[in-house]
């Protein structure tokens, strides 16, 4: 609705494309509890994928090996998050599952990202009738449940495997993208700056990807951070399925349908890497709303 | 930082959720408890409560609480007459006259006779039902091949056969098969490699040699009612399938017509003589004698000197008639039963469902939907008032039993709690008074044992054995060196499986379950000829005769014997020898990837080698075991009865159940020897030769004997535990006085 | 505004149809069949029963048969259970509604107080206090809410019943747990939606005129601050039939959720196709409720 009225500022944004990355940089940081939860998003991730190494080393814990013997103990010095029904340290399974949960997020976002600016751009630029039905396929796949889809999908292919589950989670999500991709590259696509491109002759795929997508890359990185922790619930909810990674594999999806399952018994199963995940959802939300306010002149405080 | 709150309110919420219940008993005990009313949680919703279509663990506890039968569950699990007052068997086994108590009668006052149980056995045979329970029948004279639909009573003399002979249809001749099979052998040959023609397809369905059609509209009614009291017309012209004759002179016809709709079908009698069309009568089909002990499909050899006669007969000579099974009524209270080969399972079977009736007029009626509560008939102590889809049934006392004097209940509700931890819950909040054994979250059960509480178990928790197997299987064309079957066996220490799960589990190494030795009494020891410290499990058998089965030890843990085996196994297979493989198991109970887990790391440990896991849907496991797509599967088999047969059954050649594909002309040998055998001792001794080869050629890894858990309040009385899990719950009562007996 | 509704509605049965399509030929490209049993029956008893739901005949004949049922609104039986689609449908799909109205509504007032209170202390300890337990709500997955809840309030205190769902008492704990993550979002939108509006100029005028805060808030930039709230809930209904999954798991709720799962793990086509064709015409229906509504809402699009 009021797309138009925000169009004016845009063009003359793009003549001094720097400001607006320093301008956005500069509110960023003035939003402390933004910066707050990228620093613990990051120090989470470092955590997950070099704690392990560090287990290892110093102390030999590798979260695979089991002890029967041991089994569930409640947190202890020799365990910090204790140990799960097979003995195996909590904490190491934590930060293994923190690293297929992070990657899982990243590469379908990633996957969603290709797909959807691709899909969105081209659908708005071309326009017309192309426009048209490449709106509707993104409508009737909005209709599916896609939840649905995903069980049905990874029935249909019988697999578990990581690279299915992240194409299949990107393929739910790219959507959104699409949508938003779209709606930004329309209300650019007949700016001077594409008019004049148009008129020195550059090629229509060179004015689409190297000059309209870019001006659009604010709220695409915004929805971006903001589909990551979307595709950890989803990864999550999927293990409660029992559809998640495969054991001895464990993401804290499945991490978490397990302590779920044990809250009764052993609730430290649920709360460790509950207590990451929630964190690391949170911090990524909260970051990616901190970069819409920086980012995304349409909510800029005034 | 203040994302930290939230969720150290959460951790709060949860260390305050898990505190455990600190008393006697899990749930919540109720000090003067309603004394006519059990509620019960039930595992979850059955899609049938039809004693023919039932095979859920779900629906056969309902269905036998509402349905009476020859015989119900005594206390032990075991049969205990009820309608069939007293029977005769013959010398060689083969022939059940039952004598049937004349007071029996449906919840519609129509008196239960000889006839409802031959019509019952003959619909779970009819193909047409459709039924899962029909396995047990194929034992029946002819039962198997009226399942297939291949067996035809001959109505006119013709060729070699004459009226009343009873046939074996081999294949329907159509115009094509029958043109290339005069063709020479070579060209017939290249026809029947190329195109697939010219092949008879075994299981191919065939002409209907029942269809009928009438030029006039179809009445369909009860038995010698008049038209005017019909429930349904059919059109005329329209193909109905001939399913019984009826009627003092076989002068009536019982029809089934596939009408579609919520029922996709309806039954009825008409008049015979209304039909004027047989639209397959001129069907030419190649026909056979049936050889008298010869079952098809039951890999028994032939007799040599048995000829059949064969030949060829259309549609209008054949008719599949409920006449040729080996159910016969004598009188409206004497049932005869006739088996192909000496049966010692008949008795076992009484209280089955499939000798459970059901009632003819309300089936016809609505084939699909006669078990709602506005349409059902039940012959049973309790019978059906409100269903609550995926919910609750309730169930009241039914005056029309004839032995409703005993049943002490008045009420029955079942909830149908599929999730684990919710009926756990349920019970501990006072929601039911008891839960069914099999549903039981495995989490809770470090808690309910006294593991986790360092202490005794909680009063109102009860393990004890169960009648299944766990066990691990082998495709053998996969792994197809014994030696490398042995090595993972004598690899596997079964002892740390109960530590694992927590439930009381029976580790073994033997394929046949149950009770470990040690449990046993000093009488019942005797019985099996053991002492006290022979290892493994008895099978107590009290039916046909009373004996005992004492399984061979199989393949126990080994460690140096599996190094032998391993060694010997890479001798022999040389670079096929599979380094790394696959364990597939199934999702939805946490148990299998705990086991396969387990496995995967004892196996590296043990023999070094590198073991990947699979889990799979449920059905798509299922497919790819049957389809042979697996290296190492995990299964479980659950026996009806105790008795080695039962069990040992799924491992002959190419039985539908046997996913290992082993083949084993020993084992094959020793349990024919077994089924042929009229002495039931010494059948037991056949039986276990033949597990014994089954064990030492290792297609299998047993891996524990399942254990059933209860959950039960202290005031539930005869509730019975026992080892089939046969409950009989109609006999359960309340004691409102239970708190005084406790401090007794 | 006509147009765009008679639009709206043919591009829905086109979404019907798609959606029809697809997941008939899907599930039964995945392995195993309904009839598949850890217990076989003979082939030809097999075959018997496959040939009683048309599964014998050709794929496009049974397609055929399915898109001619569809058109007069007939879905098919099951082949789990002696049920039709419809009557599946007619048994679970009040109880989710009765779930999925209670949660929407616990979401809605909730979510909306917080969103409101954020925007009119903007930047306050209230606004972040609020804001992050949103988003605490959108973080944490409710098969963890539900088990805690469970554990709190009906096994430690002992107030609400764990299981099943008869009175409004065990109602509270499943609506809540199904709500809490749409009361985040709504919260989230309604505050950014309201500290739009409340730049308008419309709402520079009311402030201008000397009207206090409250009246400009409650009377004049709410309704429009709340449109996307409108938008939302369209697909939040439909979200909270299929994504009620879950919590109709935890707390053994009969409705319609079960039936997304169940059909395809036990590979019953006709319940998969039936109760997606059914969620899309719901879906179709409460997005073209929300056209009507956003109409009604916004003057700007009244006046088209």
């Known amino acids: 609705m009021s797309q138009t009225q925000e169009s004016a500022p845009r063009a003359s944004q793009h003549q001094k494309p720097k400001s607006l990355w320093a301008d956005a940089w500069r509110r960023l940081k003035k939003n402390r509890m933004a910066v707050s939860c990228g620093l613990l998003f990051f120090a989470i991730a470092f955590f997950c994928f070099v704690g392990p190494l560090i287990a290892k080393l110093l102390v030999g814990l590798d979260g695979t090996s089991q002890n029967p013997a041991l089994g569930a103990t409640a947190p202890s010095w020799s365990h910090w998050m204790g140990t799960d029904s097979l003995g195996r340290d909590m904490m190491v399974r934590t930060m293994q599952g923190g690293q297929i949960a992070i990657t899982v997020g990243l590469v379908a976002t990633a996957t969603a990202l290709i797909i959807g600016v691709a899909w969105g751009a081209t659908a708005a630029y071309v326009g017309g009738r192309t426009d048209e039905i490449m709106m509707r396929i993104v409508d009737v796949m909005y209709a599916f449940p896609n939840v649905v889809f995903v069980i049905v999908i990874m029935a249909v292919l019988d697999t578990q495997s990581l690279v299915v589950l992240f194409a299949l989670l990107g393929a739910i999500t790219w959507l959104n993208m699409a949508r938003i991709v779209r709606g930004q590259v329309m209300s650019l696509r007949n700016q001077e700056f594409v008019e004049a491109a148009r008129a020195i002759g550059v090629s229509n795929a060179n004015i689409l990807f190297r000059h309209i997508v870019p001006n659009t890359a604010g709220p695409i990185i915004v929805y971006a951070t903001l589909s990551i922790p979307t595709v950890m619930l989803l990864e999550a909810f999927l293990s409660f399925l029992g559809l998640g990674v495969q054991a001895p594999q464990a993401s804290w999806g499945t991490l978490v349908t397990e302590g779920a399952d044990m809250i009764a018994v052993y609730p430290w199963i649920l709360v460790g890497p509950g207590l990451v995940m929630g964190l690391t959802i949170f911090a990524l939300n909260f970051l990616g709303d901190g970069l819409r306010d920086a980012l995304d002149p349409q909510t800029r405080k005034d | 930082m203040q994302g930290t709150r939230p969720a150290v309110a959460a951790l709060a919420v949860v260390l305050a959720a898990c505190s455990l219940p600190d008393g006697d008993y899990f749930g919540e005990v109720d000090e003067n408890p309603d004394p006519t009313h059990l509620r019960w949680c039930n595992s979850g919703e059955p899609e049938y409560i039809d004693t023919a279509m039932t095979t859920s663990t779900t629906g056969v506890p309902l269905i036998h609480i509402m349905f009476d039968g020859l015989a119900e569950y005594a206390l032990d699990g075991s049969p205990k007459p009820t309608i069939a007052q007293d029977w005769e068997v013959s010398e060689d086994r083969r022939t059940f006259t039952f004598h049937l108590r004349d007071d029996a009668k449906w919840s519609n006052g129509r008196p239960l006779t000889a006839h409802d149980f031959r019509y019952h056995i003959a619909r779970i045979l009819q193909p047409e039902t459709g039924s899962r329970n029909a396995e047990q029948l194929w034992r029946l004279k002819n039962g198997l091949n009226f399942n297939r639909g291949r067996v035809r009573l001959v109505t006119a003399d013709s060729g070699d056969f004459e009226e009343g002979d009873i046939v074996e249809i081999i294949q329907e001749i159509d115009p094509l098969t029958q043109a290339v099979s005069e063709l020479p052998d070579e060209v017939r040959s290249l026809f029947a490699n190329m195109f697939g023609v010219g092949v008879a397809d075994p299981g191919a369905a065939i002409a209907n040699s029942n269809a009928r059609t009438s030029s006039e509209t179809l009445n369909l009614r009860d038995l010698g009612d008049d038209q005017a009291d019909a429930y349904e017309t059919i059109p005329p012209g329209a193909e109905v399938t001939l399913i019984e004759l009826g009627g003092g002179d076989r002068d009536w016809a019982y029809v089934y017509y596939p009408m579609g709709g919520a029922d996709l079908g309806i039954y009825g009698w008409v008049p015979v003589d209304k039909f004027d069309g047989e639209p397959n009568a001129d069907v030419e089909f190649v026909v056979r004698e049936i050889e008298p002990e010869h079952v098809p499909g039951e890999n028994l050899e032939r007799d040599p000197d048995f000829e059949p006669r064969e030949g060829t007969l259309t549609g209008s000579e054949l008719l599949m008639d409920p006449e040729v099974l080996g159910v016969k009524v004598l009188d409206d209270h004497t049932l005869v039963l006739e088996t192909h080969r000496p049966s010692q399972h008949i008795e076992n079977l009484m209280s089955s469902r499939i000798f459970r009736p059901t009632p003819r007029e309300a089936v016809s009626r609505n084939p699909r939907r006669w078990t709602e509560p506005q349409n059902i008939v039940t012959s049973g102590p309790f019978h059906l008032t409100e269903w609550y889809e995926r919910d609750r049934m309730e169930f009241e006392a039914s005056p029309t039993f004839w032995d409703a004097d005993n049943i002490r209940l008045e009420r029955f509700t079942s909830y149908q709690i599929d999730q684990q931890a919710a009926a756990a819950n349920y019970y501990r909040t006072g929601g039911c008074s008891a839960m069914t054994s099999n549903n039981m979250p495995s989490s809770f059960l470090p808690v309910l044992s006294g593991d986790k509480r360092g202490g005794d178990p909680y009063k109102d928790y009860t393990v004890a054995p169960y009648l299944g197997i766990y066990y691990m299987m082998f495709n053998v064309e996969e792994f197809d060196n014994v030696h490398l079957r042995r090595a993972l066996n004598f690899a596997t220490d079964r002892t740390e499986i109960p530590r694992m799960l927590h439930g009381g589990e029976i580790p073994t190494s033997q394929f046949n379950p149950g009770t470990p030795i040690e449990d046993l009494s000093a009488e019942e020891r005797a019985r099996c000829g053991v002492d006290e410290d022979h290892e493994g499990v008895a099978l107590l058998i009290e039916e046909p005769v009373e004996s005992c089965y004492v399984p061979p030890e199989g393949l126990g843990y080994d460690p140096e014997r599996a190094q032998e085996e391993l060694a010997l196994a890479r001798e022999q297979m040389g670079e096929d020898f599979p380094e790394s493989f696959t364990i597939r198991y199934n999702q939805g109970a946490e148990g299998h990837q705990i086991i396969a887990q387990y496995l995967q790391h004892e196996w590296k440990k043990e023999l070094g080698l590198d073991v990947s896991l699979q889990s799979q849907e449920w059905q798509t496991y299922l497919q790819s075991t049957a389809d042979g797509n697996f290296e190492v599967g995990r299964l479980g088999w659950i026996g009806s009865f105790p008795g080695p047969s039962e069990m040992l059954r799924i491992f002959r050649c190419g039985a539908p159940n046997n996913r290992t594909r082993w083949c084993n002309d020993d084992f094959e040998h020793h349990y024919t020897e077994g089924l042929r055998e009229p002495d039931y001792k010494k059948r037991l001794e056949h039986l276990r030769e033949a597990e014994e080869v089954l064990l030492e050629d290792a297609p299998i890894l047993p891996t524990h004997v399942y254990t059933q858990k209860h959950l039960q309040k202290p005031y539930v009385r005869d509730l019975a535990i026992n080892l089939p899990d046969n409950v009989p719950h109609h006999r359960a009562w309340i004691d409102p006085d239970w708190a005084e007996r406790e401090e007794d | ?304």
């Open chain 3, 1 to 304: 505004m006509l147009k765009l509704l008679i639009n709206r509605l043919i591009g829905g049965i086109f979404v019907i149809f798609a959606v029809a399509t697809f997941s008939f030929f899907v599930l039964r490209a995945a392995p195993g069949g309904p009839f598949d049993d850890e217990v076989s029956v003979p082939e030809q008893v097999q075959r018997n029963i496959e040939a009683q739901y048309h599964l014998d005949e050709p794929l496009l004949q049974q397609y055929g048969r399915f898109l001619s049922g569809l058109v007069r609104l007939d879905l098919g039986h099951s082949m789990q259970r002696p049920q039709t689609v419809w009557e599946i449908v007619a048994q679970s799909f009040p109880v989710s509604v009765q779930l999925g109205v209670l949660a929407l509504a616990f979401a809605t007032i909730f979510g909306v107080g917080l969103g409101v209170l954020a925007a009119s202390r903007q930047n306050s300890i209230i606004d972040h206090g609020a804001m992050s337990f949103a988003l605490f709500g959108i973080s944490v997955p409710s098969f963890v809410l539900g088990p805690i809840l469970i554990g709190f309030f009906s096994l430690q205190l002992g107030w609400l019943p764990p299981a099943r769902f008869e009175g409004f008492s065990s109602m509270i704990l499943p609506s809540a747990t199904l709500g809490l993550i749409f009361m985040g979002i709504i919260a989230r939108l309604s505050r950014s939606g309201l500290l739009e509006t409340l730049r308008q100029d419309y709402v520079r005028t009311a402030r201008a005129k000397g009207l206090s805060e409250r009246t400009v808030v409650w009377k004049h930039a709410i309704r429009l601050g709340l449109l996307p709230v409108v938008t939302f809930l369209g697909p939040a209904a439909a979200a909270l039939i299929t994504g009620s999954f879950v919590v109709e798991q935890i707390f053994q709720i009969p409705g319609l959720g079960f039936y997304f799962v169940a059909s395809i793990t036990e590979r019953d086509y006709p319940v998969l196709s039936g109760v997606l064709v059914f969620y899309s015409i719901f879906l179709v229906a409460l997005n073209f409720a929300v056209d009507v509504a956003y109409g009604f809402l916004d003057p700007r699009i009244r006046g088209r």
